[in-house]
């Protein structure tokens, strides 16, 4: 949304055919990574899997793309592939090394493939980092509280932690919202009403 916001065309390949469907409704353009390939000129994985670009997706890209994986360790861009298809290697500058292709096409991988935001910037701002300590800790209370209650297996957060630590957040952003009536929180309580 912010590089479409800064005025760039952003394509949105996905797996899953819900995400697929929101990004197309959002307005993206949505398609298979083979046919972006060929288009893109800056690509970013964020899927937490493994090979997501590999040796097919490098030979399509254009002269001059540059990958980053924003999404998890350095497994989402296949650099044993490109490897296998480059005759040259240099770093151009700090975290950013250029793989020239048998073709003579360069591709230009962003922190060696890792985390981007971690490897080659200073890693997430502190307004976004103090929301995720207070959902952990707000989460670990509620552990201490109500673990003996829970049975063996992976929760979400609590809505009404996420909710606090939105209103705390926004609060010290000096962000005002509205509140439901008494009226309103009856009426999206209830079936009867307006049936």
């Keep these: 949304m912010r590089a479409r916001g800064m005025g760039a065309k952003v394509i949105v390949c996905e797996v899953d055919p ?13 398609m298979p990574l083979k046919e972006a390939c060929p288009r893109g000129d800056i690509f970013v994985t964020s899927t937490g899997n ?12 254009k002269d001059g793309a540059v990958l980053a994986n924003s999404g998890h360790f350095n497994v989402e861009i296949d650099l044993d592939d490109l490897n296998e298809i480059v005759i040259k290697k240099r770093k151009t500058r ?9 073709d003579g096409k360069r591709i230009n991988v962003l922190a060696e493939g890792r985390l981007v935001n971690l490897s080659a910037a200073e890693g997430h701002p502190s307004m976004v980092m103090d929301m ?30 996420d909710k606090e630590v ?27 009403i307006g049936t």
């Design 166 to 192: 939105a209103r705390l957040k926004l609060e010290s952003m000096n962000i005002q919202i509205d509140e439901l009536t008494e009226e309103q929180k009856k009426y999206l309580s209830s079936w009867q």
């Design 18 to 30: 819900l995400k697929a469907l929101e990004a197309a409704m959002d307005g993206f353009w949505v």
């Design 94 to 102: 700090e975290n950013v090394e250029e793989f020239q292709l048998k």
């Design 50 to 61: 493994k090979s997501v670009i590999r040796k097919e997706h490098f030979l399509l890209m």
């Design 132 to 161: 995720s300590f207070a959902n952990q800790a707000l989460c670990c209370e509620y552990l201490v509280k109500e673990g003996k209650n829970l049975k063996r297996k992976v929760y979400g957060v609590p809505e009404d932690i």
